[in-house]
């Protein structure tokens, strides 16, 4: 009797299995079929929230649903990070994380999610130029040339960035760290007045974003020495990268890219990461980003996967050795 009642239980479970993988199956097979919702943790008209409106319009034509945006701005990216670590993980929620999101782990020590842990990877959606620039009354004319007189002039050099922690302070870390310069950070309230006293003259060097810098230098109130991209970018013709004029090995911009609560049924990760391909290749989307300041930068979430992981431990080994410390 035991045995028998045992084979029903089985038979039940199984049943109850199937029927739920078919379920599953059914639902993936019809996705989308409501609105696909985006978080971004930064306020519109920002270079994320600008990249992440390029992307995700071209998809709702592709899936034939809306996208909307919800911008969840706050604690340079956590508090949006927080939002979308509570989202169902149905596929219909996604994040927008940022070079924020591999910089804060070594920031803060209570952070209420893990990014690698409690996310799935989706894909990298577009990068963003950090570009080396100096005052033109710096007599340097390279990456090399501003080494040399860094090291010859050990306390006269300072770099200004748009806040302490952020991707362009670590910008400059990184650089004095592979360098073995001392110049010092000078942080401020946002781009802009930090660009303003490169401009005056109040600091030396800065490392900026792209969009930040192009008008300053076109107009001659700045002079670019090298961007932090891998390969020379369309948006500083004739600029060449860091680590091919001066200082092999650096590298450093900001980015952003989609990743999904942990349990995102993994055939919707893939179909939004192929959709996400797709665009991010259409010559209108790579026009649109461009114009924004944006490179798009399409790929597979195993190398997004490895990318994160490995910005994370290049991050927290600069803000470890360079002591940074934020309030």
Do not use: C
């Not at 079929?33 to 929230?49: A, L, Q, S």
């Amino acid at each position: 009797m035991n045995t028998y009642l045992s084979g029903i239980a089985k038979w039940v479970g199984l049943a109850a299995f199937s029927l739920a993988t078919m379920s599953s199956a059914v639902a993936q097979q019809s996705w989308p079929d409501k609105p696909v919702n985006f978080i971004v943790p930064f306020p519109p008209g920002g270079p994320v929230d600008t990249a992440a409106r390029l992307t995700t319009a071209p998809l709702s034509k592709v899936w034939n649903v809306t996208t909307p945006i919800d911008n969840k701005a706050g604690a340079g990216g956590i508090v949006g990070a927080q939002a979308a670590v509570k989202a169902p993980a149905d596929g219909y929620h996604f994040f927008f994380a940022a070079i924020h999101h591999s910089i804060l782990p070594s920031l803060k020590n209570n952070l209420s999610y893990d990014i690698e842990k409690d996310f799935v990877p989706v894909g990298m959606t577009a990068r963003f130029p950090i570009v080396l620039v100096v005052n033109p009354s710096l007599p340097v004319n390279s990456v090399a040339e501003l080494i040399a007189y860094a090291k010859a002039n050990p306390t006269k050099l300072s770099y200004s960035s748009s806040g302490t922690g952020g991707g362009t302070h670590l910008a400059g870390e990184l650089f004095n760290s592979q360098a073995k310069t001392t110049m010092q950070h000078v942080p401020y309230k946002g781009s802009a007045p930090a660009m303003q006293d490169l401009v005056g003259g109040q600091v030396q060097v800065m490392f900026a974003d792209g969009p930040s810098a192009l008008p300053f230098i076109k107009a001659g109130k700045i002079r670019a020495l090298g961007v932090g991209n891998p390969t020379p970018s369309a948006f500083f013709p004739g600029v060449p990268t860091i680590a091919s004029a001066g200082l092999p090995g650096y590298e450093a911009y900001s980015w952003t890219g989609v990743v999904a609560p942990l349990g995102t049924p993994d055939a919707i990760v893939k179909r939004v990461n192929a959709d996400m391909v797709k665009v991010l290749n259409d010559p209108k989307t790579i026009e649109a980003l461009m114009g924004a300041g944006a490179e798009p930068m399409p790929g597979t979430t195993e190398e997004f996967r490895a990318f994160l992981s490995g910005e994370i431990k290049k991050w927290g080994d600069i803000i470890r050795t360079a002591k940074i410390t934020v309030d």
